[in-house]
């Protein structure tokens, strides 16, 4: 029973395993506490997921957690860390992963019209 407690103790003590780039930045860039150590943690995720950010589908932590969407997930994670940086890092992941996938839509104004 004691091992079975011990191991179990371990299994939850070590780091879950990063999806993509969005989910490594989460899991190392929360506990951060300047600047250095935010660039570190993302040196250390783009060599994981070289193509960082942008091949992480938006919107697609929606189904895995209870965040509503990206600010929320950024509250919650971004709370401890001291730096910028980090803070900035956390920000992009949770609005990659958590926001509703924009449509694309036209926003373009019309043309202006000059006199002949």
């Known amino acids: 029973m004691h091992s079975t407690l011990v191991a179990l103790a371990l299994l939850l003590a070590s780091p879950a395993m990063a999806a993509n ?3 490594c930045i989460l ?3 929360g506990q951060v506490q300047n600047d250095k150590a935010a660039m570190a943690a993302a040196q ?3 060599a994981s997921f070289p193509s960082g950010i942008k091949a992480v589908k938006p919107g697609s932590g929606r189904e895995l957690t209870g965040y509503d969407s990206g600010a929320e997930c950024t509250a919650k994670k ?3 860390t001291r ?3 980090a803070a900035y ?3 992009r992941a949770c609005m990659r992963l958590y926001d ?3 449509t694309h839509t036209s926003t373009m104004l019309p043309a202006p ?3 002949p």
């Open 21 to 23: 780039y969005a989910t």
């Open 113 to 115: 019209s000059f006199p």
């Open 44 to 46: 250390a995720c783009l």
């Open 78 to 80: 971004a709370a401890d």
């Open 83 to 85: 730096s910028e940086m």
């Open 27 to 29: 899991d190392k860039a």
């Open 89 to 91: 890092q956390i920000k």
């Open 100 to 102: 509703e996938p924009q």
